[in-house]
């Protein structure tokens, strides 16, 4: 089972940038592909991009598409995503996944996820 620990979360003001951060640790975490996802009050947990395991194919969200970069260090485990123009829309608590198949792409579906960090608080302010 793959563990994730995520860090870099705050509040900054509209326009502002983030760079949330995952640590990864278990058996062969770098054959999984990798995603981030975030839940706002109320609403449910929608994808926010996600890399697959060589980190050579990444996809985003309409919504960051432009402003969020995701990437991948398979040599310290690590998965990181800058975020730049950063909107209230955008306030949520963000959480990392590992997917559950090995060597597989990366999916927008949270159901396909089987290893989840415990997520960071992103307030975005006017």
């Known amino acids: 089972q793959v563990q994730l620990v995520e860090n870099g979360g705050g509040s900054v003001q509209a326009g502002g940038s983030l760079r949330l951060s995952c640590t990864a640790s278990g058996p062969n975490v770098d054959v999984y592909g990798m995603g981030w996802f975030r839940q706002a009050p109320g609403k449910g947990r929608e994808a926010v991009s996600c890399i697959t395991w060589s980190g050579v194919k990444s996809t985003y969200a309409a919504s960051t598409e432009g402003r969020f970069t995701i990437s991948r260090n398979n040599m310290d485990y690590s998965l990181h995503l800058q975020m730049n123009n950063l909107k209230p829309e955008d306030t949520a608590i963000y959480y990392c996944?590992?997917?559950?198949?090995?060597?597989?792409?990366?999916?927008?579906?949270?159901?396909?996820?089987?290893?989840w960090g415990q997520g960071t608080q992103v307030t975005v302010s006017y």
């Open positions: 996944a590992a997917h559950s198949r090995p060597f597989h792409g990366c999916s927008s579906s949270p159901e396909e996820y089987a290893s």
